[in-house]
């Protein structure tokens, strides 16, 4: 961990692994996600963990689930830590009915908001990354309000695809209903930020995120991407990925 004197700690590494299996692996993939919550939080170098369900990123709502993409977020204590992954319990029974995955090397560099009552990725100091960033957006709905927020969805789930600078994009839940999320791959943080404030669709539901109360609790984090190592397909990448520093498939 890093102390910026902010705050909270910044971890030097977070990793997001993204397994793609075939749709007969279904019935291990849920054994899977009752299993290893527990078992990936306490592997060693651990400090936050989170087994994520999956949309294809086309409309980021109940009826985008692809049930054949599944993944893991991991907060790690130290980049030796994270080694032992793939060597893990955890990482050796995904390995196991997966036919294709990917791993995102990440670098915190802004985070706001908690999840599950927690600051998974301490008090970042910002600055800008000289390459691809990843933004990660995490909700849980109020109930009351969850009718609205899906009506709201759409147009900017429709305007995302076509967004200058967008290297890959999928939607992230802890369950089907209520917990929602999304992940997405910018080719810089210029591009990003152009989406994010700039346009229309984006920019109406930021405004009116505070007025409506959607979310009991929410958080919005930016990564640097210091690597991808795997097959990126899995990430639904639309871009050749020559820009930046993250590298190809290995």
Same mark, same amino acid.
């Given at each position: 961990m890093l102390q910026?004197?902010?705050?909270?700690? *910044?971890?030097?590494? @977070?990793?997001?692994? @993204?397994?793609?299996?075939?749709?007969? $692996?279904?019935?291990g993939a849920l054994v899977r996600m009752a299993r290893d919550p527990r078992r990936l939080r306490a592997l060693p170098g651990v400090s936050f963990a989170k087994l994520l369900g999956t949309g294809t990123g086309t409309g980021f709502g109940p009826g985008d689930t692809d049930l054949t993409r599944w993944a893991a977020l991991t907060v790690w204590d130290s980049p030796a830590a994270a080694i032992s992954f793939d060597s893990s319990p955890v990482g050796r029974a995904w390995t196991r009915i997966a036919h294709t995955a990917v791993r995102v090397d990440l670098h915190p560099l802004t985070s706001r908001g908690e999840w599950s009552g927690r600051r998974p990725f301490g008090d970042p100091p910002g600055g800008q990354a000289r390459g691809p960033v990843l933004a990660l957006t995490r909700a849980r709905l109020r109930p009351t309000r969850a009718v609205t927020f899906w009506r709201a969805v759409p147009p900017v789930a429709a305007a995302l695809p076509a967004a200058p600078g967008l290297l890959a994009r999928f939607g992230v839940g802890e369950a089907p209903l209520g917990w929602q999320g999304t992940v997405s791959v910018w080719r810089d943080p210029v591009d990003l930020v152009a989406f994010a404030y700039r346009h229309p669709e984006h920019r109406a539901a930021i405004i009116r995120t505070p007025a409506e109360g959607w979310y009991a609790e929410e958080l919005?984090?930016?990564?640097?991407?210091?690597? *991808? @190592?795997?097959? $990126?397909? *899995?990430?639904?990448? *639309?871009?050749?990925?020559d820009a930046g520093t993250a590298k190809g498939a290995e």
């Open positions: 910026t004197g902010r705050g909270e700690p *910044v971890p030097e590494l @977070v990793t997001l692994h @993204v397994w793609r299996i075939a749709p007969g $692996r279904l019935p919005f984090a930016r990564f640097e991407v210091r690597d *991808v @190592v795997g097959d $990126r397909t *899995v990430l639904g990448w *639309v871009a050749d990925g």
